[in-house]
């Protein structure tokens, strides 16, 4: 008997398992979620680098609109996929469905080694060090928050969904305050008077600063993993995308225009810590202690989302293959995957104890993770295509509007980011990209060992 157009994997898990992920998150859980995601650590540190390749105040401002503006390119192609194929996997189901199961697994597979595993470790490193000037905990401090917050944040997903999306929800709340008050505290300030910064270099300094721009808008994707879960997804999916790239893209224009006003274009520029320069500037030494828990908040609402969904795709693998078999299966009293989230957090552990080996946390899981995310990144913007041109006729309560240009322009941006990330980094980049490779041989012993359903 065939399927009807709009069956969605999520049928198909509770025919096989009697338990599937429901229909639990709210417009407001889904918003809390993204802002938790997208708003963790690199506002604090990204906007020097950008300012250091704007050259002016003017071409600050207008770099992060053009960030909010292509996010919301992305968001628009990203919601029609998830109100079409709603599913637990998210990208993993449209690239199975565009591409087929080979190229899914070694989606999933990416995502659970390096993806989103490499972005809980590099946020909890964040975490370890800012928790680390409040209050230090020996040599490796920094280590010893990171592996807490882990296992604090995975137990609380562990425990049940509801505590999962409250504890976002409040640690969001929590982070946009502070941000808040940063902005406050910077427009409030007196008008720095600057001398004229040095003219940014030729050789495409602005698409540089396009790279950091993006990379502090990273995590708005991460919506298509609880498609399953939100409530009138059809209408609440499309809301919740870009109600929260607005309120992202505002936030992150507010505190640039605090940090321009506290500390002008050229301290702004050369400063290391551009936040802890306005909050010293302003409020003296003691302010240093509430820029440090505002960052550690900031960091724990990123790590509590990106453990949420990272834990999804975990679990559609083990629902289509047998050598992850154990993952797929769904905790319906608690509605978690609760097997899928210890393997997460074993993961994250292990690269926490390997950063602290190296000690080398940031540039090592930021080198590690972008080239793999870009190259799915690209292949998730093509499924569109595909599946536009393979399912012609299947319900799409979402269109993106101005096909084909709006996804063309995201697979333009994509593409370009992933030559980057491969042009500038270093050998982190080419140890996520193995780890990646390690994938194949897995892959090929699936196919001799098919999953019995």
């Known amino acids: 008997m065939s399927r009807p157009e709009n069956y969605s994997l999520v049928e198909e898990?509770?025919?096989?398992t009697g338990a599937a992920p429901k229909a639990s998150l709210a417009f407001g859980d889904a918003v809390a979620l993204i802002v938790g995601i997208v708003i963790g650590a690199g506002i604090f540190e990204t906007p020097a680098l950008v300012a250091a390749q704007a050259g002016s105040e003017v071409a600050v401002l207008l770099l992060w609109l053009a960030g909010g503006a292509v996010s919301l390119i992305g968001a628009l192609c990203y919601a029609e996929l998830a109100t079409t194929y709603p599913h637990v996997g998210g990208v993993y189901h449209y690239l199975k469905r565009a591409f087929g199961r080979p190229v899914a697994f070694l989606f999933a597979w990416a995502r659970m080694t390096v993806i989103q595993t490499g972005s809980?470790?590099?946020?909890?490193?964040?975490?370890?060090?800012?928790?680390?000037?409040?209050?230090?905990?020996g040599d490796f401090s920094s280590s010893i928050y990171a592996l807490i917050a882990i296992a604090l944040l995975t137990a609380l997903n562990i425990i049940g969904l509801q505590q999962g999306k409250w504890t976002q929800n409040l640690l969001t709340a929590a982070k946009v305050i502070g941000l808040l008050l940063v902005v406050v505290v910077g427009i409030a300030s007196p008008t720095v008077s600057v001398a004229p910064a040095a003219p940014a270099s030729s050789g495409g300094s602005w698409g540089l600063a396009m790279v950091f721009v993006l990379l502090s808008y990273g995590g708005w994707n991460e919506a298509a993993y609880i498609s399953a879960e939100i409530k009138d997804r059809g209408r609440n999916m499309v809301r919740s995308l870009i109600v929260s790239i607005g309120i992202i893209t505002v936030i992150y224009l507010l505190i640039n225009l605090a940090y321009l006003r506290g500390l002008g274009l050229a301290d702004m520029a050369n400063s290391e810590a551009v936040a802890a320069a306005l909050i010293n500037r302003t409020l003296g030494t003691q302010g240093a202690l509430l820029l440090s828990l505002l960052v550690a908040v900031s960091c724990l609402g990123a790590i509590n989302a990106t453990i949420f969904t990272g834990a999804r795709t975990n679990y559609a693998l083990g629902q289509d293959f047998s050598v992850f078999s154990f993952m797929g299966s769904w905790?319906?009293?608690?509605?978690?995957?609760?097997?899928?989230?210890?393997?997460?957090?074993?993961?994250?552990?292990?690269?926490?104890?390997?950063?602290?080996?190296?000690?080398?946390?940031?540039?090592?899981?930021?080198?590690?993770?972008?080239?793999?995310?870009?190259?799915?990144?690209?292949?998730?913007?093509?499924?569109?295509?595909?599946?536009?041109?393979?399912?012609?006729?299947?319900?799409?309560?979402?269109?993106?509007?101005?096909?084909?240009?709006?996804?063309?322009?995201?697979?333009?941006?994509?593409?370009?980011?992933?030559?980057?990330?491969?042009?500038?980094?270093?050998?982190?980049?080419?140890?996520?990209?193995?780890?990646?490779?390690?994938?194949?041989?897995?892959?090929l012993w699936n196919r001799h060992h098919p999953r019995r359903t």
């Open 13 to 16: 898990s509770t025919a096989t």
């Open 120 to 137: 809980i470790a590099l946020l909890a490193f964040i975490f370890g060090d800012y928790a680390s000037k409040i209050w230090r905990l």
């Open 331 to 443: 905790q319906q009293r608690p509605s978690t995957p609760i097997r899928a989230l210890l393997l997460q957090g074993a993961i994250a552990f292990a690269l926490i104890l390997l950063g602290s080996i190296t000690r080398n946390g940031f540039e090592t899981m930021v080198d590690y993770t972008a080239p793999v995310f870009w190259f799915f990144f690209l292949l998730s913007g093509i499924s569109l295509f595909v599946l536009r041109s393979r399912e012609p006729y299947i319900l799409r309560p979402f269109r993106v509007p101005l096909y084909p240009l709006t996804p063309l322009l995201f697979c333009a941006v994509c593409g370009y980011l992933l030559y980057s990330s491969l042009a500038y980094t270093n050998i982190g980049a080419i140890v996520g990209v193995l780890v990646v490779a390690a994938g194949i041989p897995l892959l």
